[in-house]
């Protein structure tokens, strides 16, 4: 077998074959009602006994949240166009080839569905293969930013082509690209997720029979070997083909629905061997492992605390996180150097001198998001917002835009003294899947609540809705954060009422300032926590926070303390140009910061710092230094 380190490489993984010859015969139980994550009391004596795990902060779920402008509305909308002209007859060709249906339009190829650019001994294997097919993350996407903006006919799109698809599902529950699907469980996994996200918001009910249908499928032939991830190896296969990831949208779908035998096969997938690792070990062996399916199967550990409220899962999410910020991010909140974590020895730190693939950063940012989101909802800790918000503006925010048939930003580039962004070389990989669903979860990391409490988390031209207490409250914020220091919130009850306002004081600031309708107020905002604006409100009540932002370098890991990246508050900066630099340690190489945030390179005026996310395609830029020691 050929070995390849990437799914940039991946050329041979072992498909699902059968291992459970029976159809699954799970109980229902009634469906939850309220929000759709409110958790469905299961029937069985364990489940009466166990107690709910306990819910600090809710998200808005896609509901009451609208972006008003800024760089993030824009990539919204870009996506958004760029997704909807998209034809359905191009999407759903090879379903329809498959199921020996007329099959109108034209193949898109590449990671899709197709034949890609691979070696002649593999074409006769390949062709027409499944590779990461991202057809279940598209109808995600569409579900999730149709419910956000209210875009009816982005919904219809979504709609019809699960409708589609779903003509194409065989007797036996049959439901892939082609007959040659070569990620079996990864592919189930997130066809799960979009029909979930279709029923939960898109309010298709439609979608819960087809769920049951492919889950009847998978529960009888997907390969239970539960075969372990091994480290250091350059066999994409051995990485079990993610079947790590399965539980969390199971488990979403047994608490929309209430049927035991989505929870009952989640149970199956369960990663227990390298959840544990994180409560046993402050410095778990973890490196070498796949960076982002290995962040993005703590989601299935969080959906297993909310579904079984057992403290280990809690435990797990609580201190990978804490492992994984204290060892494996770069300053823009990227991780996985060649899609791999790494060991925490200076690993990271030498990784820029040689790795342009250096973070996966659509899929990557996915996994954060949705990570950093439990986390909030179990915890209730403000800490985990900086993580959010480095993703925001220096990960997908810095992400070059979809575009062409299948033309997608995948890795991010680093590297030392000459980095640039391009697309992918082959069409619509795993991170076009995800990139949509990115920029749909803008609306829904901004803000959280809690009975008594409305959250900002984001500091992001918008306006939020929400119902406090049976009164109806709008917040508008109006800012031009980060390229200002300052958000305003308008708030706008339809009666007086009481309720703590709380904003997330970011780590790297220091001195906040609040003033209420002009007036400067007395609020603790220690970095790192929530500081609380708490008074009655009437219509028309203005809060001005102030976040000083100062030039600073951000060390890559504790072996390199030199080797640094120059931010700005929130933002990553990188120098226009690929010299070979070496900073001085106070940075006054740099003057003062722009109007547009631009730091000029003193004496070489055509030399600037400028923000990650301003670069283009294919222009050069530096982003880590070494200093002077």
């Known amino acids: 077998m050929r070995k390849l380190g990437s799914r940039r490489d991946f050329i041979k993984t072992v498909a699902g074959t059968a291992a459970m010859p029976h159809a699954f015969q799970g109980t229902r139980v009634p469906a939850s009602s309220g929000s759709a994550y409110k958790r469905v009391q299961a029937v069985t004596e364990d489940d009466q006994r166990a107690q709910p795990s306990k819910v600090y902060l809710e998200a808005f779920d896609y509901e009451g949240v609208r972006l008003l402008g800024g760089m993030l509305k824009r990539q919204v909308d870009q996506t958004r ?44 294997w390949w062709m027409w293969g499944d590779t990461f097919n991202t057809f279940g993350q598209w109808l995600s996407g569409m579900a999730r930013l149709a419910k956000a903006t209210n875009d009816t006919l982005l919904l219809d799109k979504a709609s019809r082509l699960m409708t589609e698809w779903g003509k194409t599902i065989e007797s036996g529950g049959y439901f892939y690209y082609s007959r040659r699907p070569i990620t079996q469980h990864y592919i189930y996994e997130k066809t799960v997720q979009g029909l979930v996200d279709l029923y939960a918001y898109g309010g298709r009910k439609d979608a819960l029979p087809l769920l049951e249908r492919i889950t009847d499928y998978a529960v009888a032939n997907l390969d239970r070997t539960r075969k372990p991830c091994a480290p250091n190896t350059a066999d994409w296969a051995s990485q079990g083909v993610e079947w790590y990831t399965l539980p969390e949208n199971l488990y979403r779908a047994f608490e929309l629905t209430g049927n035991i035998r ?34 993005n199967t703590l989601s299935s550990a969080a959906m297993a605390y909310a579904v079984h409220a057992e403290p280990h899962y809690l435990k797990t999410i609580t201190n990978a996180y804490d492992y994984f910020e204290r060892t494996q991010l770069y300053a823009t909140g990227g991780y996985g150097p060649g899609e791999k974590l790494q060991a925490p020895d200076g690993s990271l730190g030498r990784s820029v001198e040689t790795e342009p693939n250096t973070f996966e950063t659509p899929c990557g940012c996915w996994a954060a998001f949705k990570l950093t989101r439990y986390l909030f909802r179990f915890t209730g800790d403000a800490k985990y917002g900086d993580w959010t918000e480095k993703l925001a503006y220096n990960g997908i925010g810095a992400a070059l835009p979809m575009s062409g048939r299948g033309d997608t930003f995948y890795y991010s580039d680093y590297r030392l003294g000459g980095a640039r962004k391009v697309f992918h070389p082959s069409k619509f990989p795993c991170c076009s899947g995800t990139y949509i669903q990115d920029v749909a979860d803008y609306h829904n990391i901004i803000y959280f609540k809690d009975p008594s409490s409305l959250y900002v988390n984001l500091f992001v031209p918008s306006q939020v809705t929400w119902n406090h207490d049976g009164t109806d409250v709008k917040v508008e914020q109006e800012t031009n954060y980060p390229q200002a220091d300052s958000t ?81 508050g929130p933002v990553v900066m990188v120098l226009n140009d690929t010299p070979t630099l070496v900073l001085d340690t106070d ?3 740099f003057g003062t910061v722009g109007s547009s945030l631009e730091f000029q390179l003193r004496g070489q005026p055509l030399k600037a710092l400028v923000p990650f996310y301003r670069m283009g395609y294919q222009q050069p830029y530096s982003m880590y230094f070494d200093q002077q020691a």
């Open 488 to 568: 305003v919130l308008t708030v706008r009850p339809s009666r007086s009422t009481a309720f703590d306002l709380k904003f997330r004081v970011p780590r790297w600031t220091r001195g906040v300032s609040v003033q209420v309708n002009g007036t400067l107020e007395a609020v603790a905002a220690n970095p790192g926590t929530w500081a609380i604006v708490r008074r009655r409100w009437i219509a028309g009540d203005r809060v001005e926070i102030r976040l000083p932002m100062r030039l600073t370098g951000v060390p890559i890991d504790a072996q390199h303390p030199n080797r640094v990246a120059l931010v700005y």
């Open 262 to 295: 989505y929870r009952d096969f989640a149970d199956v997938w369960r990663y227990t061997s390298y959840w544990d690792k994180f409560n046993a070990s402050t410095n778990p062996d973890i490196h070498g492992l796949h960076a982002y399916s290995h962040c």
């Open 81 to 124: 166009d760029y997704f909807y002209a998209m034809p359905d007859d191009d999407i759903l060709i090879g379903f329809r080839r498959r199921a020996g249906m007329p099959a109108p339009g034209t193949e898109y190829g590449g990671w899709y569905g197709g034949e890609l650019a691979v070696p002649d001994q593999f074409k006769d």
């Open 587 to 589: 940075l006054s190489s």
